[in-house]
């Protein structure tokens, strides 16, 4: 079983810097892996991505070297931190889980997580 609780979002002017959190329980086996997505028409934009058993970490193309993924074991927190936000980073993003090899397949194969949270908005304006 696993439950996701994002929080964190907001308005900013491009340029700025938010921080977003993830608030997850997990089910020893049930995932390995969490990652940040931003909902598109049609679809989930994989963000970035962290193996919690080694720490390996995935970026999406668009924000590598912007954004940071990071985990707090002992809060059982995950984070993204964003700065030099865009106003294409507007969106809807969800914090999804799931057991994966390799936290860059997960980015790619967001169609197959099944755990989810139900998000927290972004908005950047120009």
């Known amino acids: 079983q696993v439950r996701l609780l994002e929080s964190g979002g907001g308005s900013v002017q491009a340029g700025e810097s938010l921080a977003l959190s993830c608030a997850y329980a997990?089910?020893?086996?049930?995932?390995?892996?969490l990652g940040w997505f931003r909902q598109i028409p049609g679809g989930r934009v994989g963000v970035a991505a962290i193996d919690v058993d080694d720490d390996r970490v995935a970026y999406g193309d668009s924000v590598e070297g912007r954004f940071t993924i990071a985990e707090d074991k002992g809060k059982f927190t995950l984070y993204l931190y964003m700065s030099g936000l865009r106003p294409e980073d507007s969106g809807v993003y969800v914090c999804?889980?799931?057991?994966?090899?390799?936290?860059?397949?997960?980015?790619?194969?967001?169609?197959?997580?099944?755990?989810w949270g139900q998000g927290t908005q972004v908005t950047v304006s120009s």
């Open positions: 999804g889980a799931e057991i994966c090899q390799d936290p860059k397949n997960l980015l790619r194969d967001w169609p197959a997580i099944t755990n």
């Open positions: 997990i089910n020893p086996g049930s995932a390995n892996c």
